[in-house]
C-alpha cells in the first residue's frame, strides 16, 4: 500500500531532535542500516550498495 499526504494524522505531533534516531540498526533482510544527521537532514543508508534516501518527519517520532 502507497501512502500518501492526505494519509498524515490530521494532528501532527512535533519531529525529535534531528540526531535523535542515529545509529546503525540490525535488518535480517537488507543488512545493516545506518541513520545519521546531515545538517538539518536524516539520511537512511542500507544494503551492500549503501543506498541513500532522505527521511522525511510524518508524525512525532516516525
Do not use: C, W
Amino acid at each position: 500500500m502507497t501512502r500518501t499526504e492526505s494519509d498524515r494524522p490530521v494532528a501532527l505531533l512535533r519531529p525529535r531532535r534531528t540526531g535523535a534516531n542515529t545509529g546503525t540498526y540490525a535488518n535480517d533482510l537488507y543488512g545493516p542500516t545506518t541513520v545519521s544527521a546531515q545538517g538539518d537532514d536524516v539520511i537512511m543508508q542500507l544494503g551492500p550498495k549503501k543506498q541513500r534516501f532522505t527521511l522525511r518527519h510524518h508524525d512525532g517520532g516516525t
